[in-house]
């Protein structure tokens, strides 16, 4: 079995297309959510996602500030233009959708979530410190998280005492030998300074975690931001992966 794992899509749709067309058959898609913010194409991120095989979509911080009208004070100034932007041009169909989202998914082999199994939508796991904490929070030997935009991955040891943590650089495989929590990155703002488009392959039978990084045309996603109105910021950062 092959799992395809996304998160912060971001509506960059160029992106999301690259890593599709890039990606051979998968027996089924993790979605790890924020589908929208500071992209130009929420609505195309949305309509390509909801056509996935087999998929599980969760909702994200900014799924949740467009969908709703809560927490959008925990935004900074340009994301918050971008949640408005979102807001404005998302189709009827596509915000109820978002506001379906679930925050949690827990099968019998892994957690899903976006932020961290403790606080499912908005915590960020960077700190080994805190991922440390947050092993407490599921009963899965995995969880998949999306959010710091960041390959990372944390491993604890048996005895439950040291967490581990590899920020995965480029294309890599991990073998997966004890309980983890696994982010496949950002397909479109990934923040580790390589800008290219990233994710995540998991086999459960071979236990093994793949990250793919894959190009797209960055330009044509900085034209379409400069000309819907979002933060020049926005743009630039796309160039450089920050
Ligand atoms: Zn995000």
């Given at each position: 079995m092959r799992v395809l794992v996304l998160s912060d899509i971001h509506a960059n749709f160029t992106a999301l297309e690259a890593v599709l067309a890039s990606v051979v058959t998968v027996d089924a898609v993790w979605c790890?959510?924020?589908?929208?913010?500071?992209?130009?194409?929420p609505n195309e991120c949305i309509d390509r996602i909801r056509l996935l095989p087999n998929l599980t979509c969760l909702m994200g911080n900014h799924d949740a500030a467009v969908s709703?009208?809560?927490?959008?004070?925990?935004?900074n100034e340009e994301a918050e233009k971008s949640i408005?932007?979102?807001?404005?041009?998302?189709?009827?169909?596509?915000?109820?959708?978002?506001?379906?989202?679930?925050?949690?998914?827990?099968?019998?082999?892994?957690?899903?979530?976006?932020?961290?199994?403790?606080?499912?939508?908005?915590?960020?796991l960077v700190e080994p410190f805190t991922a440390m904490m947050n092993f407490a929070y599921f009963n899965t030997q995995l969880a998949f998280v999306g959010?710091?935009?960041?390959?990372?991955?944390?491993?604890?040891?048996?005895?439950?005492?040291?967490?581990?943590?590899?920020?995965?650089?480029g294309n890599q495989e991990l073998k997966i030998t004890s309980r983890a929590i696994l982010n496949p990155g950002s397909i479109?703002?990934?923040?580790?300074?390589?800008?290219?488009?990233?994710?995540?392959?998991?086999?459960?039978?071979?236990?093994?975690?793949n990250i793919h990084r894959v190009e797209y045309d960055i330009e044509a996603?900085?034209?379409?931001?400069?000309?819907?109105?979002?933060?020049e910021r926005q743009s630039q950062r796309l160039i450089d992966g920050w």
């Open positions: 790890l959510g924020d589908l929208v913010g500071y992209g130009p194409d709703g009208n809560k927490n959008i004070d925990k935004f408005q932007f979102t807001r404005k041009v998302i189709t009827p169909q596509n915000l109820a959708y978002l506001k379906k989202l679930p925050e949690k998914v827990v099968t019998q082999m892994v957690t899903l979530t976006h932020g961290s199994p403790r606080n499912p939508v908005w915590e960020y959010h710091s935009h960041l390959p990372i991955s944390f491993t604890i040891d048996p005895g439950g005492e040291k967490v581990y943590r590899v920020i995965i650089e479109g703002q990934p923040r580790d300074h390589d800008p290219r488009a990233s994710f995540g392959i998991f086999d459960p039978e071979e236990s093994t975690w996603v900085q034209k379409r931001i400069m000309s819907a109105g979002l933060p």
